[in-house]
């Protein structure tokens, strides 16, 4: 490869991080604190029944709840209650995860019951032809047995129908997300019927925050035939009606961290459907699915069962219920899912022995390193060739500097008598984009790192670093981040995104770009133009100020990933006698010429 190639190379290298790193990063800046701050507000308002125009205001959630008698939910990871209208999960509450690490902060809200903005609930029921007083959204029932909703007690409904048809509901939950009902279905009647099972995720709109996110996917969700099925929540309203053809698998509605699905039995054909309709001012999102019709002779009866999930989209958790098909799937792990997975059960492997995700990273960073370490190792191996051979190069420009083919030709017969490629340079920096790419997916999908402290003043690694240059890093005590008017300022269009990458340069974003800075300058570069020096040099300034607000657990890998970079450059220097930054520093301060390069 000659030196033009290979600068283009590393160009389009540099052009392709920058470009992604500027439409992750920049033109949808600081989601994720959006999306607590919606979460931690107080919750006041929202919609009605799936099928009628909402109403003008939204009720308080104590108002939305006194709307219909309710069955109690208190399991060791859940709050909340099952409407008897509709036989509805509208209310839940996941408490395990606090909306924030503010003390007292209230648990993530899950579902959300009609008549409030933004609902979001969970509805099984049936529907037959020709046959009315069907139990549907407004029917009522009646709680038959048992009191309160736990692992170990269920509870039992029913609803009777003027056509002779008795449905008797037991609802079952186990001591993590997942829900079980079971339907028993009585014929009283003289004819024989035919009923289709059928059930519905709805939302009633969804949060302005939710779906902006273009790293990450929210919205309709499934598993058919064994293939994962998405509809963006964008996609899905421009779809209007998307049908999918019938299969077996499971369905429903995602976010980010959180999902709730319905899993029909594994041998049960379904026909799912993804459907926007317009209801008044609001926009209400069903992933709706149809079974099989089931025939009901005169005095028989029939059982159908069905599962319900509405939790956190947890690794560990989704693999635990084995028999629901691919359900890890519902982590958007990206399109380099197999070294996104691996980096994630290699981070989950480390915490399990140290208990605390920042070692972890600490150590996964040793094992990446460690992995590549051949491959780096030649490339440095051969930049350091480079650059001792750069004296060589430079006479040759100078002698052929009128003569371009005869200098390249010339080149090439120098690096093919010193045995030198420089495409082994150039591979180590294309090692760097799809380990960028998995390991921004793992810190914006897993679970595991939302919260989860490192030391000192950092409690939230999925979250940007919390100090601060306007604050002095937390010397004076300012509560920069919620204050009003900064609040206003990042929401601007593109200026918002860029006056946050300038509030959130905290101690770990500086850390970076100084580590950056300092691998770069051990890094051997030869044959590089002014332009592309300048752009190597910018490198550490434009990236410390993209990455300053995102998750600080990827700029202490960074930061140490640089770190292990300049010990290896150190020692592949002084090994090959090539002048190194380090030398020459200490030199400086202790008036000591460097060892001869």
Known sequence: MSSENRNSLIAIVIFMVLFGAYEYFLVYPA??????????????????????????????RAQALAQSPRVAIDTPTLKGSIALTGARLDDLFLTRYPVSLDKGAPPVELLRPAGMEHAYFVMLGWQGQNLPGMPGPDSLWTQTGGQTLSPGHPVALRYASPQGLTFDRTIAVDDKYMFTITDKVTNGGAAAVSLIPNGVVQRNDIPADLGKNNIVHEGGIGVLGGTLKEDKYSQWKKDADKRLDPDTGWMGVTD??????????????????????????????????????????????????????A???????????????????????????????AIHWLLEFFYGYVHNYGVAILMLTVVIRLSTFPLANRGYEMGIKMRKLAPLQKELQERYKDDPQTYQ???????????????????????????FYSLTKVFTVAIDLRQAPFFGWIHDLAAPDPSTIFNL????????????????????????????????????PIAYGLSMWISQAMTPQTGIDPTQQLMFKLMPVVFTFILSQYAVGLLIYWSWSSVITVIQSYVLMRRYKVDNPIDDFIARITGKPAPAG
Request: net charge positive; with cysteine; charged share 15%.
């Open 31 to 60: 989601t994720k604190k959006a999306e607590a701050q919606r979460r931690a507000q107080a919750v006041a308002e929202q919609t009605q029944a799936p099928t009628t125009v909402g109403p003008a205001t939204f009720l308080p």
């Open 256 to 309: 980010k961290y959180w999902m709730a699905v319905m899993i029909p039995p594994g041998t049960e054909t379904i026909s799912p459907e993804f459907k926007v309709e317009a209801a008044g001012a609001l926009n209400i999102y069903a992933a709706s699915y149809t079974a099989r019709p089931v025939a009901i002779g005169p005095g028989q009866a029939v059982s159908v069962t069905n599962r319900i999930f």
């Open 311 to 341: 939790g956190p989209k947890a690794r560990q958790l989704l693999n635990s219920y084995a028999n629901v098909p691919k359900f890890q799937d519902a982590i958007d792990w990206g399109h380099l899912y197999p070294l996104t997975k």
């Open 409 to 435: 030709r010339e080149y090439m017969a120098l690096l093919q008598r010193e045995k030198l490629n420089p495409v082994t340079g150039c591979l180590p920096q294309l090692l760097v984009i799809p380990v």
């Open 473 to 508: 890093f937390g010397i004076i005590p300012w509560d920069v981040f919620h204050t009003p008017w900064v609040q206003a300022a990042m929401a601007l269009p593109v200026l918002g995104g860029i006056f946050s990458m300038v509030l959130h340069l905290g101690v770990w």
